[in-house]
Nanobody
């Protein structure tokens, strides 16, 4: 059974930065980050390959958010800079077999989510 545990969320002011972490149990997966804002559908943010050599970002966060991983610790990170109030959401970590399936949200393992609130 794969377990994903997110951490690092919180309440910050607009313009601030946060780094989310997701610790995974089991083998190494392709990993990704998603979010769900109140009243909105789940949104893909970023994905990283098993080796960390390939990354893919949603247009909405490209240039502000950076995904990375430490395979020695089986942990993936999401560095979020220049946060905006519209970034307020529950952020979820996902693990899957390929970049395509992770980005599409198909057959992923999911974490429980961590709340990020950005005040104006």
């Amino acid at each position: 059974q794969v377990q994903l545990v997110e951490s690092g969320g919180g309440l910050v002011q607009a313009g601030s930065s946060l780094r989310l972490s997701c610790a995974a149990s089991g083998r190494t997966f392709t990993m990704g980050w998603f979010r769900r804002a109140p009243g909105k559908e789940r949104e893909f943010l970023a994905a990283i390959s098993e080796s960390g050599s390939s990354t893919y970002y949603a247009v909405s966060v490209n240039g502000r958010f950076t995904i990375s991983r430490d395979n020695a610790k089986n942990t993936v990170f999401l560095q979020m800079n220049s946060l905006k109030p519209e970034d307020t959401a529950v952020y979820y970590c996902a693990a899957g077999g390929t970049m395509g399936t992770v980005v599409a949200g198909l057959r992923n393992y999911w974490g429980q989510g961590t709340q990020v609130t950005v005040s104006s």
